[in-house]
């Protein structure tokens, strides 16, 4: 069920489900889109400051947006992104992880220029299958309401 701006809590926590991260969809990333060694190859890896083929901090952006998107967290019309204001990446995602996210709505409230919406602010953080943070954002978007005002 999609949630309106009126359904929001600040404070809560919504929760995703789990993706897998393979070596082979880590690599496929990295060719289209992050093309460094430490992603490509797992010999030239070794020799990186990360010691093994870990994923892009993109991936692992990409992979947020989608368990923000088929988590709890159902927004009516959709994610519509109006600001980045954070992006972190404290640890790496290495082949073998399997990542979760929550989001919490820290902030809400109506649109100044468009009262039919309302803009609200999230912090989503993605963790592996150990608890440890691997990605944190911080975002404004966009949500429609449920009650629209008269003229």
Known sequence: ???????????????????LVSDESIVEFA???????????AEA?????????VASGWQTAALTM?????????LAG????????????PNPVRPGDRL???????????SSSRPDR???????TTYNQRDDVVFITQSVQLVLRREIPSP
């Open 31 to 41: 060719r289209s889109y992050d093309p460094q060694p430490f992603h490509l190859d």
């Open 66 to 74: 989608r368990l923000r998107v088929t988590g709890e967290l159902k």
């Open 1 to 19: 069920m999609p949630l309106y701006l009126e359904d929001l809590v600040v404070g809560k926590l919504y929760g995703s489900d789990e993706v």
């Open 100 to 110: 979760r996210a929550t989001t919490e709505v820290i902030e809400k409230r109506v």
């Open 118 to 124: 309302g803009v609200i602010k999230v912090r989503t």
């Open 45 to 53: 890896a070794k020799r990186s400051v990360f010691g093994e083929l």
């Open 78 to 89: 959709g994610w519509i992104g109006l600001a980045v204001e954070e992006l972190k990446w």
